[in-house]
């Protein structure tokens, strides 16, 4: 089954062991100069609607992922998903402080 990148945008992911629902894939890990894909990034919740951030983002390695479906991709962890510190992007971009 031939898949791009893209395609994962629009499936689901979710952790088999606790059921919870992680939400969607938004970035990928690669090694280089391999080009594999080592993990799937999923954002963390949104605080308060976005207003105050958002949570650490889910860092999943592939080894984790159990299986790919056409809506969904379940991950299967014993320790749990690592999480990860987004870095922070500057309000208004090109001015220094």
Same mark, same amino acid.
């Given at each position: 089954?031939?898949?791009?990148?893209? *395609? +994962?945008?629009?499936?689901?992911?979710?952790? @088999? %062991?606790?059921?919870? !629902?992680? $939400?969607? @894939?938004? *970035? =990928?890990? +690669?090694?280089?100069?391999? $080009?594999?894909?080592?993990?799937?990034? @999923?954002? #963390?919740? =949104? %605080? =308060?609607? #976005?207003?105050? #951030? !958002?949570?650490? *983002?889910?860092?999943?390695?592939?080894?984790?992922?159990? %299986?790919?479906?056409?809506?969904?991709?379940? @991950?299967?962890?014993?320790?749990?998903?690592?999480?990860?510190?987004?870095?922070?992007?500057?309000?208004?971009? $090109?001015?220094?402080?």
């Amino acid at each position: 089954m031939l898949c791009r990148f893209s *395609d +994962f945008r629009y499936k689901e992911v979710i952790n @088999v %062991r606790t059921g919870s !629902r992680l $939400g969607y @894939v938004c *970035d =990928a890990e +690669f090694s280089y100069p391999e $080009g594999r894909i080592t993990a799937l990034i @999923v954002p #963390g919740r =949104a %605080r =308060a609607m #976005g207003l105050l #951030g !958002r949570e650490d *983002d889910y860092v999943l390695p592939w080894e984790c992922i159990s %299986r790919i479906g056409d809506d969904i991709i379940l @991950v299967e962890s014993e320790h749990g998903v690592r999480r990860e510190k987004r870095p922070k992007k500057p309000i208004f971009p $090109g001015k220094s402080t």
